[in-house]
């Protein structure tokens, strides 16, 4: 049984959550509201303790990969209302800066333009230093690809460790050309 889909997701205070036809559940919390439909095989059910228990109706390998991701996306749900997710990117490199502009984060790459990232709906740019960025948000999805994607505007090359990189990622180091 899979160890991840067995525990049951305790529902915090001020959390309320919806369980509708078609496994269509809804999450809301102090944060804000997330939807999201789920596959009608599982059974999701809110038991007497406040807790969802999630479980699958046969040891086949399509419910058996289903049972913890459903369990995984609906705690991810509760953490999102209640705490909220962000991600930190550092840009590295000579006049590489970042600027927010109402929803808009502004950044100057190294291109002759500086490079303009809308954000999606339900998320925030802070930029606490000209070259950290801060992407909240509540669902970790979004937070994740929003990240994704600005960091594809610059990956880190591995020479002289240039680019938009995650805060905390290590960046393999290559040695350059020697001169004789």
Same mark, same amino acid.
């Given at each position: 049984m899979s160890r991840i889909g067995k525990a049951?997701?305790? #529902?915090?205070?001020?959390?309320t959550i919806t369980i509708a036809d078609g496994n269509h559940v809804t999450v809301k919390g102090p944060k804000g509201q997330l939807e999201k439909a789920f596959n009608e095989r599982m059974n999701i059910e809110q038991n007497d303790n406040n807790e969802i228990v999630v479980t699958r109706p046969s040891d086949q390998k399509e419910d058996r990969a289903m049972h913890g991701l459903t369990r995984a996306l609906i705690h991810n749900m509760v953490v999102g209302v209640t705490q909220g997710y962000q991600k930190n990117l550092e840009l590295n490199g000579v006049g590489y800066r970042a600027s927010v502009q109402g929803k808009k984060l502004v950044m100057n790459l190294g291109y002759s333009h500086p490079v303009e990232v809308e954000a999606l709906e339900g998320i925030t740019f802070e930029?606490?230093?000209p070259t950290k960025v801060i992407i909240k948000? #509540?669902?970790?999805?979004?937070v994740g690809d929003m990240a994704a994607d600005i960091r594809k505007w610059r990956k880190p090359e591995p020479y002289l460790g240039k680019g938009i990189k995650f805060e905390g990622e290590q960046i393999r180091r290559k040695v350059g050309k020697t001169g004789k």
């Amino acid at each position: 049984m899979s160890r991840i889909g067995k525990a049951p997701i305790s #529902i915090p205070q001020g959390v309320t959550i919806t369980i509708a036809d078609g496994n269509h559940v809804t999450v809301k919390g102090p944060k804000g509201q997330l939807e999201k439909a789920f596959n009608e095989r599982m059974n999701i059910e809110q038991n007497d303790n406040n807790e969802i228990v999630v479980t699958r109706p046969s040891d086949q390998k399509e419910d058996r990969a289903m049972h913890g991701l459903t369990r995984a996306l609906i705690h991810n749900m509760v953490v999102g209302v209640t705490q909220g997710y962000q991600k930190n990117l550092e840009l590295n490199g000579v006049g590489y800066r970042a600027s927010v502009q109402g929803k808009k984060l502004v950044m100057n790459l190294g291109y002759s333009h500086p490079v303009e990232v809308e954000a999606l709906e339900g998320i925030t740019f802070e930029t606490p230093a000209p070259t950290k960025v801060i992407i909240k948000g #509540i669902d970790k999805e979004k937070v994740g690809d929003m990240a994704a994607d600005i960091r594809k505007w610059r990956k880190p090359e591995p020479y002289l460790g240039k680019g938009i990189k995650f805060e905390g990622e290590q960046i393999r180091r290559k040695v350059g050309k020697t001169g004789k």
